[in-house]
């Protein structure tokens, strides 16, 4: 029950960045997701380590893998550990592209004030 609780709180916290007044929205965070990747891996963009990168890409091999830790047709459980994965993968991902989206917005706002 508390797991439960803890997935519909993230969902909750994740729905009210996404929809802040002014906060980049679902789809330019989406789209900023593989320009984040990049400039990680590039050394361009410090607000994301590289181990946070990595456990992210775990997220994403864990929930696309044949193998579970608990397995599937251990109906309730099974399930519900993918779903944990996703929520946390989905909210982890959105919250750090919309903090990559606003370091770029930064970035191009300066480069315009020097020029």
């Given at each position: 029950?508390?797991?439960?609780?803890?997935?519909?709180?993230?969902?909750?916290?994740?729905?009210?960045?996404?929809t802040r007044?002014?906060?980049?929205?679902?789809?330019?965070?989406?789209?900023?997701?593989?320009?984040?990747?990049?400039?990680?891996?590039?050394?361009?963009?410090?607000?994301?380590?590289?181990?946070?990168?990595?456990?992210l890409g775990?997220?994403?091999?864990?929930?696309?893998?044949?193998?579970?830790?608990?397995?599937?047709?251990?109906?309730?459980?099974?399930?519900?550990?993918?779903?944990?994965?996703?929520?946390?993968?989905?909210?982890?991902?959105?919250?750090?592209?919309?903090?990559?989206?606003?370091?770029?917005?930064?970035?191009?706002?300066?480069?315009?004030?020097e020029g």
């Amino acid at each position: 029950m508390m797991a439960k609780a803890a997935r519909a709180a993230a969902a909750w916290r994740t729905y009210r960045e996404v929809t802040r007044p002014g906060s980049p929205k679902l789809t330019t965070r989406l789209r900023a997701i593989p320009r984040m990747i990049g400039a990680v891996m590039r050394g361009r963009y410090a607000g994301l380590g590289k181990g946070k990168l990595a456990m992210l890409g775990l997220g994403v091999v864990y929930l696309v893998s044949p193998f579970d830790v608990v397995p599937d047709f251990l109906m309730l459980i099974g399930v519900a550990d993918d779903f944990g994965v996703f929520l946390w993968l989905m909210a982890s991902l959105l919250g750090e592209s919309g903090r990559y989206v606003e370091h770029e917005r930064h970035v191009i706002q300066a480069r315009l004030e020097e020029g």
